[in-house]
């Protein structure tokens, strides 16, 4: 009996999913604090992160866009387009350690430093693989 449907013999497992947080945008802010968050994803099962990217798609007028993207309070990276982003400019970063999630853990992007004008939009978006845990067949 399958849990949820995942199974050791599905040919998705260990393969790369992605989800995304669409439309996002802070205003302008001047510090670099952390505000309320962009986004919030929650982990339906066990999950690894393996990388993250931003895609702004508006053109910028010059200043900085920075978004962090947070397990709990730990930074896992912090993705930033400097002066002047162009619609469809997109930056990724890849975690040389992967982040494991169980079941529960939270995802949340914030906006952590922004000054350009106007206030580019983003979708951005998380890879990760899904890992099994005991129970799962």
Request: proline share 4%; charged share 15%; with cysteine.
């Amino acid at each position: 009996m399958s849990k949820a449907g995942r199974t050791y013999s599905d040919p998705s497992f260990g393969s790369k999913k992605v989800f995304s947080f669409s439309r996002c945008s802070m205003g302008t802010r001047a510090a670099a604090t952390l505000v309320p968050e962009a986004g919030i994803f929650t982990a339906m099962h066990p999950i690894v992160v393996t990388e993250w990217n931003i895609t702004c798609d508006a053109t910028g007028n010059g200043g900085t866009s920075t978004w962090t993207l947070r397990k709990g309070t730990t930074a896992l990276g912090t993705l930033s387009f400097v002066t002047n982003p162009t619609a469809g400019t997109n930056v990724t970063e890849t975690f040389t350690t992967e982040t494991a999630l169980t079941a529960g853990d939270t995802l949340r992007l914030y906006s952590a430093l922004s000054t350009a004008a106007p206030q580019p939009f983003i979708t951005a978006r998380v890879s990760y693989r899904e890992t099994f845990e005991e129970g799962d067949n």
